[in-house]
């Protein structure tokens, strides 16, 4: 789990104007949300947001400096540039150290497909439930031995100590399936020994 200490500032322009300017000036609109408390209106130095989502992903702990204090938060919601793919605004929810919260985690796949096999995934991320300052970034789902036909689903997945999974522990996150050089060879192969063992019945009459 990653933290990072990051220097905010309170925002009072709003709108798309608002949002530009703040942009404009090297900084990312922000909003905080939770523990009932009204909606904080934020801004966040661009560089380092970026800095701390790349190493830390998108469940990165953030201690925000703000106003001769400290929050932490983590991010909730992320809009990114469509074209320059840089952040446009962010949504983050306040947290306290020992407070459960609940987070989508991607999956990182490890291990190599069977021969023949080609991997189809459902599902990139899975629901859990964690302790805010111990938020796992990614989620390992290894495929290595998993023979054509065979599935992993959410319930399989290891979590991390002390965390729940919320996605239903039935659901098919990823199938190995045959490819389709692999089916069409496994017919012609079939195809084949069916003629192979007609002919002598052909010869015969």
Known sequence: MSEVRLSAESRSEFGKGGARRTRRAGKIPAVIYGHGENPRHVSLPAREFTAAIRRGGINVLLTLDLEGGEQLVIPKAIQRHAIKGTYDHVDLLAVRRGEKVTIDVPLVITGDVTPGGVLMQDHTSISIEAEATHLPTELEVSIAGLQIGAHITAGQV?????????????????????????????????????????APAESAE
């Open 158 to 198: 290891a979590l991390p100590q002390g965390s729940s999974l919320l996605t239903d522990a039935e659901t098919v996150l990823l199938v190995i399936n045959e490819t389709q050089a692999a089916a069409v060879e496994g017919g012609e192969s079939a195809a084949a020994e069916g003629a192979a063992t007609e």
